[in-house]
């Protein structure tokens, strides 16, 4: 069988695929990869479910497959997606709030339904080959503490997102819209639904970005800290090219989920400040609205579970950014092989070092705190116009 070529800029080897006995974990490779391939599974018929993509991950044969039931149920899905935002834009027409939001909330079903009938598949092409260097060179080893800890966390806050929207949601819903309840909140579900599956979906992806990082720092650190290590420059060279992929899918991450991603802070953005505005109002002027002991208590969670939940989504960006350090730190601590190693620097310098959207946009924290400061001041702005009408 011929080994394929990967052709990353460096040096036109053959890559072979990296066994890495020396740091294989206890428990068996085999259980690990039929796990791996499992959330895979159940990850593409989420997504396909809530209409990003019509294609779905076959855990036998371990490679994607194409559905004519899934483009047609995405083709439906679609189609009410569209003739749902626009009754809701049109039935909110003259409130400012449900407006907004359904514009923010329609952005990013317009994109996501963009890329999924795009006849390039980006995404797919992207998982595909995540999937592929999972399985040919990291399979079977741990990944780091915190990496594991960060995605149980992410895990916990999409199900109390879930819960919140489909269980508690639709008794605040009500009291802004009580016409037509029923086809209101089915459209929102709809909408909002789409929305999460796709934020879901960009953090596994940069989530296995951070882990191929991470995997490929550990090795290429054991390869220059031993003394005695057979066929050193040829595993380097291994790690290297590998890690010229990897490179090369953070790029194709900023391209295919910026706008996307744009859409999405927008949204959420633009719920902090409406919740922030109820907040406020409930504090400064309780007599001018009318809410149940019980929507307080929601909008009150909403507003936190929303900060921490926006604040965490940018931690894996940060971790992105943390394992570039590490191996910009790696190649620089060593004298080993300078020629090889100063190649691939000149390389690491000359991509991002950070994940950013559109080349705009910089997605880490310093955007989350931006993100709240002016969600904090557009609330003050917005009671300050309603001062007169609250005072009343």
Request: aromatic share 14%; glycine share 6%; net charge positive.
């Amino acid at each position: 069988m011929n080994r394929p070529t990967i052709n990353t800029g460096l040096i036109g080897l053959t890559y072979k695929p990296i066994k890495w006995a020396s740091m294989s974990c206890s428990w068996s490779v085999g259980k690990m990869v039929g796990t791996w391939s499992l959330f895979c599974s159940f990850l593409s018929r989420f997504m396909a479910l809530n209409g990003l993509n019509t294609y779905y991950f076959n855990a036998k044969k371990n490679g994607f497959k194409d559905s004519w039931k899934l483009k047609l149920y995405c083709l439906v899905h679609h189609l009410l997606c569209l003739v749902a935002l626009g009754r809701m834009l049109y039935n909110s027409a003259g409130d400012m709030r449900i407006s907004v939001s359904i514009l923010t909330m329609g952005g990013t079903a317009g994109f996501c339904i963009h890329s999924c009938w795009q006849r390039r598949q980006g995404i797919r092409k992207l998982a595909q080959e995540l999937i592929r260097m999972e399985a040919k060179s990291f399979w079977g080893l741990p990944s780091g503490s915190m990496l594991r800890h960060r995605f149980y966390l992410k895990l916990v806050f999409v199900s109390i997102t879930l819960l919140r929207i489909h269980l508690f949601y639709p008794f605040y819903l009500k009291r802004l819209v009580p016409h037509l309840f029923l086809l209101n909140l089915g459209s929102y579900w709809l909408v909002y639904n789409m929305l999460l599956a796709a934020v879901f979906g960009f953090y596994c992806v940069m989530w296995q970005i951070c882990r191929s990082q991470e995997m490929i720092n550990n090795r290429m650190l054991l390869l220059l800290t031993r003394t005695r290590q057979r066929n050193r420059l040829s595993e380097m060279t291994r790690c290297l090219k590998l890690y010229s992929k990897v490179l090369h899918l953070s790029d194709q991450v900023n391209l295919e989920y910026g706008h996307v991603s744009v859409c999405v802070l927008a949204c959420k953005s633009w719920f902090q400040i409406t919740f922030g505005y109820e907040i406020f109002q409930m504090v400064a002027a309780p007599q001018s609205i009318d809410m149940s002991l019980g929507i307080r208590i929601f909008v009150f969670l909403s507003y936190i579970l929303d900060a921490i939940n926006l604040f965490y989504a940018t931690d894996v960006a940060e971790m992105f950014i943390k394992l570039r350090e590490d191996s910009w730190r790696i190649l620089r601590e060593t004298n080993r092989m300078d020629r090889l190693l100063s190649m691939f620097t000149l390389k690491l310098s000359l991509h991002p070092q950070r994940v950013v959207f559109l080349n705009v946009f910089t997605f880490d924290r310093k955007l989350t705190l931006t993100l709240f400061a002016k969600s904090m001041l557009y609330t003050i702005c917005w009671l300050q116009g309603d001062y007169n009408k609250l005072k009343s």
